[in-house]
């Protein structure tokens, strides 16, 4: 079937496309009040390349949203390194995040929601609007620019939560369990999109998902990631070409993958 393996080694390159962020033996503690410490991610050596779809998968509490964070400069690093390709990103704007629950303004239309980040970056007015405009149209909510997030239903909050997040152009999109909380016809409508969006943006997306067939249908590549403290035991490259649709999931190599995540992941 020719599914590669990669034992990682951290010098190995994943890819030929350039490295974006490489994490270098990063590792990190939480420290309680109380002065226990929980040792979420043992050494870990990952390559995030410009333009892929990577997605961790792992039992619960491994450290997926540790790692994803660590990635989006929110939680300092206990040790190892994190270097990006051109510098550190700057505060907010070259990091999309995406999380489980949309986290929308109510108050606030879907077009003020999606431009918010822009207003914060101070963007003219006029360039907000346009931007936040083109977002919503790539998402499939142009037609519900005035609505309020109450109006929408889960899986278009989370579009616009989509748009919110690639509206600044951020180097890499960082999602953690995006699509969890929706039901299933919904969650593949949304994988869909997602790879639509992907393919029109060419963004870089690092994915948290605790589904197995999730990962497979969108990723390049797969990390598995092992229980406490979190390491990633192994990274897969999916031999499923890059144009995915519904097709590829009655193709036996498909078959094969979900096959070898999940006995990975026992
Ligand atoms: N702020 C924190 N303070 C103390 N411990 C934390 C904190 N955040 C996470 N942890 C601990 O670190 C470990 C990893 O947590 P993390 O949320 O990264 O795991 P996860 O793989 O994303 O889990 P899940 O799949 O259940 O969302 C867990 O044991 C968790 O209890």
């Not at 503690?29 to 109380?34: A, E, L, V």
């Not at 450290?63 to 270097?83: A, C, N, V, Y």
């Not at 990006?84 to 879907?110: C, K, N």
Request: net charge neutral.
């Amino acid at each position: 079937m020719g599914h590669k393996v990669e034992k990682l080694k951290p010098a190995e390159k994943t890819s030929s496309l350039p490295v974006l962020v490489s994490a270098q033996a990063v590792t990190k503690i939480y420290r309680s009040r109380h002065g226990d410490s929980v040792e979420a991610l043992a050494p870990t050596t990952l390559d995030i390349h410009e333009g892929e779809f990577l997605s961790l998968i792992g039992p619960s509490g491994c450290g997926k949203s540790t790692l994803l964070r660590i990635l989006s400069g929110l939680e300092p690093l206990t040790g190892g390194t994190l270097t990006w390709r051109d510098g550190p990103p700057t505060a907010g704007s070259d990091v999309g995040f995406v999380f489980q629950e949309p986290v929308l303004l109510p108050w606030l239309s879907i077009l003020d929601n999606v431009r918010f980040p822009l207003d914060v970056f101070r963007a003219s007015r006029a360039e907000a609007n346009e931007r936040a405009r083109a977002m919503l149209a790539l998402v499939g909510l142009g037609a519900f620019e005035k609505s309020l997030p109450k109006e929408l239903s889960g899986g278009m909050r989370q579009r616009a939560a989509i748009a919110r997040a690639l509206v600044y152009s951020p180097r890499i999109v960082l999602m953690d369990e995006p699509f969890g909380a929706l039901d299933l016809l919904t969650r593949d409508r949304m994988n869909d999109e997602l790879l639509r969006i992907k393919a029109e943006t060419g963004s870089t997306i690092v994915f948290v998902t605790h589904s197995i067939e999730e990962a497979a249908y969108l990723s390049d590549r797969v990390a598995v990631m092992s229980a406490r403290p979190g390491r990633i035991s192994a990274i897969h490259h999916l031999d499923l070409g890059p144009q995915r649709s519904e097709a590829i999931k009655d193709d036996p190599r498909f078959y094969q993958w979900l096959s070898t995540l999940r006995k990975e992941l026992r």
